[in-house]
């Protein structure tokens, strides 16, 4: 039987393509580490350039060793010569269905280029749901698409317009995650807050919840990224819905940029206040809620004074997680066209961003140390485990007899780092 593995970069809705797609091999061949594989699919990522970089050598140095190479992902939209140049295939995000037929003509040394922008629900894909002994959080994705004009971003060119699944099928797919041992459950997509808009002209994302809510076990769901235009419209339903136990007290909604100006450039579709308003709502709500926000520094369009102002809001909000993303340049974009910033003042920007957050982190981190938290654990790694409060924070686990993946214990917070918090299990 010839072997595959699938290597993902990019993000949670990538992540769910390449359990789809192992799902469809695993009953045509068997899975294998690298070394071991006749084939390999790379799943790739065409947010930043260097990445695309480093998948393009990847792939290219796994076909020098005499492995056949499978493209699939963003990057056979927005660059289709390189990548043809760097594999034995390509297959674009909305063609994973026909991934085994790839691989067969691949193996008969025919190439197949196979990048068509097809209307397809992804959750009709029957996905192997077991449960390894490492994790207990299963990505679950909603939708796929957007409704923005980011002049910046490729993921909108490539997944295109918002398509959101079938509601039985995330109801269904999310009972069977529960019963193969799943405690968590990541809900994604490339913008939580517009799910169902395309079917009924208003967010159904309220509904949604409300129906994984119900049902029946001892489970935690994270929520994905929402944009704050889109929130807004649907904020008191969630607020009120996150209040369950079954929820993490826990809020993904980019920034991007603290300046209007920008984010008009951007066209990002909503202001500055917007982001200060939910914010400011979540918190009073949640007193310890964890927010995570996505910050882009280096805009062509983005002077000092408006980089200033990103400062000014991130000192004032103090994020629980920031992902700060240094502008890059991507093909077919309305922003391509525009001088790029260098890249030292790119660099220095970023810098300073990342001192502020790690910065404000250590401060509110340590005011966990000698509590007493409720945490379910999620993960197991080399030193320990990893699992988190009900707020959704990191706690690591370092030394945990008692602790098991999936079962929920109190630990007592002994240290804090600025990125997450160490605790210690109660005998």
């Known amino acids: 039987m010839k072997k595959f593995c699938i290597i993902t970069y990019g993000c949670k809705l990538n992540q769910a393509d390449s359990e789809i797609m192992e799902s469809l091999l695993s009953r045509r061949f068997k899975k294998a580490f690298a070394k071991e594989a006749d084939f390999i699919i790379i799943n790739t990522c065409g947010v930043v350039e260097k990445t695309e970089r480093k998948i393009l050598k990847t792939a290219k140095e796994f076909k020098k060793a005499g492995k056949k190479v499978i493209l699939a992902g963003c990057l056979p939209f927005l660059n289709i010569s390189g990548c043809d140049e760097a594999a034995d295939a390509l297959v674009g995000i909305k063609n994973i269905g026909s991934i085994v037929k790839v691989a067969e003509s691949v193996l008969r040394d025919k190439k197949i280029k196979l990048v068509k922008d097809l209307d397809i629900d992804k959750s009709c894909f029957k996905k192997d749901c077991e449960r390894d002994e490492k994790s207990t959080s299963a990505i679950v994705a909603i939708?796929?698409?957007?409704?923005?004009?980011?002049?910046?971003?490729?993921?909108?060119?490539?997944?295109?317009?918002?398509?959101?699944?079938?509601?039985?099928?995330?109801?269904?797919?999310?009972?069977?995650?529960?019963?193969?041992?799943?405690?968590?459950?990541?809900?994604?997509?490339?913008?939580?807050?517009?799910?169902?808009?395309?079917?009924?002209?208003?967010?159904?994302?309220?509904?949604?919840?409300?129906?994984?809510?119900?049902?029946?076990?001892?489970?935690?769901?994270?929520?994905?990224?929402?944009?704050?235009?889109?929130?807004?419209?649907?904020?008191?339903?969630?607020?009120?819905?996150?209040?369950?136990?079954?929820?993490?007290?826990?809020?993904?909604?980019?920034?991007?940029?603290?300046?209007?100006?920008?984010?008009?450039?951007?066209?990002?579709?909503?202001?500055?206040?917007?982001?200060?308003?939910?914010?400011?709502?979540?918190?009073?709500?949640?007193?310890?809620?964890?927010?995570?926000?996505?910050?882009?520094?280096?805009?062509?369009?983005?002077?000092?004074?408006?980089?200033?102002?990103?400062?000014?809001?991130?000192?004032?909000?103090?994020?629980?997680?920031?992902?700060?993303?240094?502008?890059?340049?991507?093909?077919?974009?309305?922003?391509h066209r525009l001088k790029d910033m260098p890249d030292r003042i790119k660099k220095e920007r970023s810098r300073i961003l990342t001192k502020i957050f790690k910065e404000n982190n250590e401060i509110k981190n340590k005011k966990f140390i000698g509590k007493d938290e409720i945490v379910l654990v999620v993960e197991k790694n080399k030193d320990g485990?990893?699992?988190?409060?009900?707020?959704?924070?990191?706690?690591?686990?370092?030394?945990?007899?008692?602790?098991?993946?999936?079962?929920?214990?109190?630990?007592?917070?002994?240290?804090?780092?600025?990125?997450?918090?160490?605790?210690?299990?109660?005998?």
């Not at 602790?403 to 780092?417: C, D, F, N, P, Q």
Request: net charge positive; proline share 4%; aromatic share 8%.
């Open 143 to 335: 939708a796929e698409g957007c409704l923005g004009a980011c002049t910046y971003c490729s993921a909108r060119l490539t997944r295109k317009k918002l398509k959101s699944y079938n509601e039985e099928n995330i109801i269904f797919e999310i009972k069977e995650r529960l019963e193969k041992g799943f405690n968590e459950i990541q809900l994604t997509s490339q913008d939580l807050a517009i799910f169902g808009i395309d079917r009924a002209k208003r967010s159904q994302l309220p509904n949604l919840l409300k129906k994984i809510d119900k049902l029946p076990g001892n489970f935690k769901i994270k929520l994905g990224m929402m944009n704050p235009g889109h929130t807004k419209l649907i904020f008191k339903d969630l607020l009120k819905i996150i209040e369950s136990k079954k929820f993490y007290k826990f809020l993904h909604i980019p920034l991007q940029s603290g300046s209007d100006a920008v984010l008009k450039e951007m066209k990002r579709g909503y202001r500055v206040e917007d982001f200060l308003d939910l914010a400011r709502d979540f918190r009073k709500k949640f007193k310890n809620g964890v927010l995570a926000t996505d910050i882009i520094v280096g805009h062509p369009k983005e002077t000092e004074k408006d980089f200033e102002q990103t400062v000014k809001i991130l000192k004032k909000v103090k994020p629980d997680i920031v992902h700060i993303f240094k502008f890059s340049a991507r093909p077919n974009t309305d922003d």
């Open 385 to 427: 485990f990893l699992a988190r409060t009900n707020d959704g924070r990191a706690v690591a686990l370092k030394s945990a007899p008692t602790a098991r993946i999936g079962i929920s214990i109190t630990v007592k917070i002994t240290a804090s780092k600025w990125n997450y918090l160490v605790g210690k299990p109660y005998k």
